[in-house]
Each structure stands twice: as C-alpha cells, then as structure tokens.
C-alpha cells in the first residue's frame, strides 16, 4: 500500500526532526533530500505533496537563520527525484504523476474519491441517524460497492462508523495531543509538523484509523509520540541517559 509507505516515512523523518531540534547540517539535509525521494517512489500523490509540505516548513524555517539553505536545500531534493525517476524507471512517468498532486482541485486527480465520497454522503443520507451514531466499528465495507470499502477521508470514515458524536471526540483527542506536541520545549517541534502533515494526508485516506491497510501505523504513531513527551520530560527534570535514573 503506497498510501501505508509513504505515512512511515514521514513520520520517522517527523521523529528525525524532532529529536534532531530542526538542525540543518549536511546529514540534516541528506535525510531530507532520502526522505523526499522515498516517498517520491512510492506513488503516492498525496504522500508527496504532505512530505514536500513538510520539507518547506523546514527549509523556512532555517532560511531565517542562513537564507543560502533554502536554496541549497530544494536544489538537492529536485536533483534527487530527477535522478530517482530517470534511474528507476527511465522516463518521467512517477514525475509527471507526481506533480498531479498539486492539482487536487482537478478531479481527474482524485481517482475517483469524489465519487466515494459522495456515495458514502448519499448512504448516510438515507439513514439520518448514521450521522449522530454510526454504524459500529468495522461496518465501512458495508456502505456499498459504489462507496468502496473505505471513504478515503478521515473525518468521513469516523463519521460513518462512529458517528458526529465519535467525530467531536476524535476532534478533542487531536486537539489535547497537538496542544502536548506544540508545548514540548524544543527548537522546531517536529513532531507536532509532522502530525499536521499527517492530519491533511488524511483527506485523502484513513491515516488515523484502525483499517487493516494501515497495518500497524498507529502503533508506530503511538511510540514516536511516547517519545517525544518522554523527551519533554527529561528536558523538564534533567533527566537524561546516563543520569540518576
């Protein structure tokens, strides 16, 4: 599932940054340039354009210190998808798909998630009640042949089997969580760029869902957060490896 890849890489490059402190050093911009071509190889569209979103949030960030970086920076990362796509497939075909994700107001672009989507809209349309309660976890592939088994857009998927009332408290678990991630003190905040890039993945997939194409995303999700309030909290009490712990 390149949809599955693409959020691996993203996130460890997100707990990369993190505990890296937004650094921008040779190796810094290594992995970054590693990372966008990873994400690049794996098709997907969506992936590309939040890893990309990222990668400038990054660059930005450290051009206000040396503005040569970002310059430098989106150098490397153009010249490796180019050498990434001429080396693997020997034409431009992933880069000519690739730029596509740019043009998502452009249906033609969303592989038919417009129809999903409003096939699912239409289903709970017909049985108001869906709207506030749900049909129960795991009932996604119940919605019909015309909706596919999952409505590729987080707050749809949430609604269609939880309801508004999973909805709402889904809605208050992210903001708890982001307003942890954004207080931990440290240069950049990573974590918290990355779980944002995430949460706009996820209007084009089931990023934060328990679905077996995820696999064991949220696990992985889980630990990285673990580790960055783990690292607040040394950080607060001085903690450190090799200290009186």
Not at 124 to 130: G, I
Not at 194 to 199: I, K, N, P, R
Request: one cysteine or more; a negative charge; hydrophobic letters at 50%.
């Amino acid at each position: 599932n390149h949809g599955y890849v693409a959020c691996q890489i993203i996130l460890l490059y997100a707990l990369r940054l993190h505990l890296r402190g937004f650094r921008c050093g040779a190796a810094d911009l290594f992995f970054l340039a590693l990372s966008l071509v990873a994400v690049f190889l794996t098709r997907s569209r969506a992936g590309f354009a939040c890893m990309a979103l990222l990668a400038t949030i990054y660059l930005v960030r450290n051009m206000l210190h040396n503005p040569l970086i970002l310059i430098g920076g989106a150098t490397v990362a153009v010249m490796g998808l180019v050498v990434a796509d001429l080396a693997s497939f020997g034409s431009l075909e992933v880069f000519e798909r690739q730029v596509t994700a740019f043009q998502f107001y452009d249906k033609e672009n969303l592989s038919g998630r417009d129809e999903m989507w409003a096939a699912r809209l239409g289903t709970l349309n017909q049985q108001v009640h869906f709207w506030f309660i749900g049909r129960g976890f795991g009932t996604a592939s119940e919605f019909g042949d015309e909706s596919g088994l999952h409505s590729h857009n987080l707050a749809l998927h949430v609604i269609s089997e939880t309801g508004i009332i999973g909805l709402a408290l889904t809605a208050w678990l992210w903001w708890v969580l982001m307003g942890q991630l954004w207080h931990i003190p440290c240069k950049g905040r990573g974590l918290f760029w990355g779980s944002a890039v995430l949460l706009l993945f996820s209007l084009s997939y089931e990023v934060f869902y328990p679905i077996p194409a995820m696999q064991h995303f949220l696990a992985f999700f889980a630990g990285a957060v673990a580790v960055a309030l783990r690292s607040e909290d040394e950080e607060l009490h001085g903690d450190f490896v090799g200290g009186d712990r």
